[in-house]
C-alpha cells in the first residue's frame, strides 16, 4: 500500500511504535487528534511539519492494522 510508505517503525525512535516518517510523532498520536474532534486542518497547524499525506497515512495503516488478525500458534 503506497500511504504506509510513510508510516516507520524503528526500534530507536519512540520505542519501535510506527510513526510519521521517522519523526518523533506516532500514528497513535494523530489518531488520537483526529478523534477527539481535530480536523486535519487543526492538526497541521498544531505540528506544522506535518503534511496532509501523513494523516491519510496514519488512518490508512489504522485502518489497515485494525483488520489484521493474529492467529495463535498451536504447539503440538
Same mark, same amino acid.
Given at each position: +500500500?503506497?500511504?504506509?510508505? %510513510? ?6 525512535? +519512540? ?8 519523526? %518523533? +510523532? ?9 478523534? /477527539? ?8 497547524? +498544531? ?17 489497515? %492494522? /485494525? ?10
Amino acid at each position: +500500500m503506497k500511504n504506509l510508505e %510513510r508510516i516507520t517503525l524503528n526500534p530507536a525512535i +519512540m520505542g519501535g511504535k510506527p510513526c510519521i516518517r521517522g519523526l %518523533r +510523532m506516532t500514528v497513535g498520536t494523530v489518531i488520537g487528534l483526529l478523534a /477527539s474532534g481535530l480536523t486535519t486542518e487543526d492538526i497541521l497547524k +498544531m505540528y506544522p511539519y506535518l503534511q496532509q499525506e501523513d494523516i491519510i497515512a496514519a488512518l490508512a495503516y489504522a485502518a489497515w %492494522r /485494525s483488520e489484521e488478525i493474529e492467529v495463535p500458534l498451536v504447539i503440538a
